[in-house]
């Protein structure tokens, strides 16, 4: 059964400084109001989550200071960057075409990231500083896990870098207010939130996995009011657990609605006993994120290793998920993680062709 189209949201964007009533067309027509104080707002309506994180891009791109970003029932953030507004003629193309000026912005599905929590210990140290490294590596996208709780840091780090978040973690499944992490998301412009863990005691039993889905399926509908996506990411015992003849993710998916999402961990589901690729054949499209990891398959993650030096058979995972959003994770490293990150975005960017 297909859901009415989901109304646009009203948004207000303010940036510092005042700036030229002309720009007002780049942001698809957005009224743009000088305030009092010395800066400008940004108001009109915007389709969906993906829509606003285009305006977000054009603020980054323009060189404003964002200052806060409110929908018209909730305030999502309130933020200063370090950013220095610059004068429109600076950008080069006022008097292009409009077409031609969007032609920078993106257009497309990210096909490599990487989760945070590869990197939680420089996150918590600084934040800021860990997505810059991530973007000097030369990494365009994260995915961020608990987003909820820092989403001004985010906004900011990813307006400094230019880095943006299609899909992000978040405990949805526990949270007694999970509009509130779907409002997070939709603040910084993300297309799927995924839960990324439920304890291998609430995949016991048929009945758990049904009741698990049935959850899953009320979520997603409250995702897709807001425009996102929403999902889930195993482990090893969602494939390692039998109920029956299938194992739990296959019993799993057998009861979620069409519009849920899934993300493998294609590492864990290689020590949960699967054939991957075959597991990821089997789920098509359904698939839209694989976290890309290696190691050992004992489970043992002190023992993993950038892609396609360990056990795991990337090339064959990654050929049975072509169109699946490629996310790059550690459990854990033996050595510097930023620099097992970028060997494996290395390893992908020669061999995932």
């Known amino acids: 059964m297909s859901r009415p189209p989901v109304p646009p949201v009203r948004y207000e964007l303010r940036v510092e400084g005042h700036l030229d009533e002309h720009w007002s067309a780049w942001f698809d027509g957005m009224a743009l109001v000088h305030e009092d104080d010395g800066t400008t707002s940004l108001r009109g309506s915007v389709a969906d989550q993906a829509a606003l994180h285009g305006h977000l891009a054009r603020v980054r791109d323009l060189g404003a200071t964002l200052i806060s970003v409110k929908s018209s029932t909730v305030r999502i953030s309130s933020l200063r960057s370090t950013a220095v507004l610059s004068e429109p003629a600076a950008t080069g193309w006022p008097g292009r075409g409009r077409a031609e000026r969007r032609s920078s912005m993106p257009t497309t599905t990210p096909t490599t990231s990487v989760q945070l929590y590869s990197v939680r210990e420089a996150v918590a140290d600084d934040l800021d500083g860990a997505v810059a490294r991530l973007a000097e590596i030369g990494l365009k996208h994260v995915e961020p896990y608990a987003f909820h709780e820092r989403t001004d840091d985010y906004l900011r780090a990813f307006a400094a ?21 779907l409002d997070a998301a939709v603040a910084l412009g993300m297309a799927t939130v995924i839960d990324p863990f439920l304890p291998a005691e609430g995949w016991q039993t048929a009945d758990q996995v049904a009741r698990l889905a049935e959850r899953v399926n ?68 359904r698939v839209r994120l694989i976290h890309v990891k290696d190691g050992t398959l004992d489970g043992d993650v002190d023992r993993q290793q950038p892609a396609g030096s360990g056990e795991v058979d990337v090339p064959a995972i990654l050929a049975a998920a072509p169109g699946a959003t490629r996310v790059i994770e550690f459990d854990a490293y033996g050595g510097d993680v930023f620099e097992g990150i970028a060997q494996s975005l290395a390893w992908l960017s020669e061999h995932d062709r």
């Open 161 to 181: 870098t230019g880095v943006t978040a299609p899909s992000g973690h978040a405990p949805v499944l526990a949270a007694e207010t999970p509009e509130a992490i």
């Open 218 to 285: 009320g979520l997603a509908e409250l995702a897709a009011e807001r425009g996102l996506e929403f999902g889930y990411h195993n482990h090893a015992w969602e494939l390692g657990t039998r109920l029956g003849e299938q194992h739990a993710l296959e019993v799993f998916v057998e009861h979620l609605a069409p519009d849920v999402v899934l993300e493998v961990d294609t590492y864990w589901a290689a020590v949960g006993g699967a054939d991957v690729p075959a597991l990821l054949a089997a789920l098509g499209d």
